[in-house]
């Protein structure tokens, strides 16, 4: 089991700037990736953005790249998204889960940030 806990959310007019951080616990040391993925109202989840634990090597969606930034502490099981120049499209609950290497892609999930942009 993995679980993962989101933080960093809030309001924020257009152009501004919020970073998320993701704490991870649990089977840490098995999983493969880690991603951020977001739901706006209405809409499906869609991917954002991932990072290879060993590799650190990062995914953007094409709709952020430029803007936002992926990281992560791999001593302190974190993954962090720096969000800059963000847009009222970028609303949304924003979820980090974890990948574990199998076909069965992000298996763990947390429980979602909202992240309000306003214009």
């Known amino acids: 089991q993995v679980h993962l806990v989101e933080s960093g959310g809030g309001l924020v007019q257009a152009g501004g700037s919020l970073r998320l951080s993701c704490a991870a616990s649990?089977?840490?040391?098995?999983?493969?990736?880690m991603g951020w993925f977001r739901q706006a109202p209405g809409k499906e989840r869609e991917f954002v953005a991932s990072?290879?634990?060993?590799?650190?090597?990062?995914y953007y969606a094409d709709s952020v790249k430029g803007r936002f930034t992926i990281s992560s502490d791999n001593a302190k099981n974190a993954v962090y998204l720096q969000m800059n120049s963000l847009k009222p499209g970028d609303t949304g609950v924003y979820y980090c889960?974890?990948?574990?290497?199998?076909?069965?892609?992000?298996?763990?999930w947390g429980q979602g940030t909202q992240v309000t942009v306003s214009s």
């Open positions: 990072i290879i634990w060993t590799t650190r090597n990062t």
């Open positions: 649990g089977r840490t040391f098995s999983s493969y990736a």
């Open positions: 889960a974890a990948h574990m290497g199998s076909a069965s892609g992000y298996e763990y």
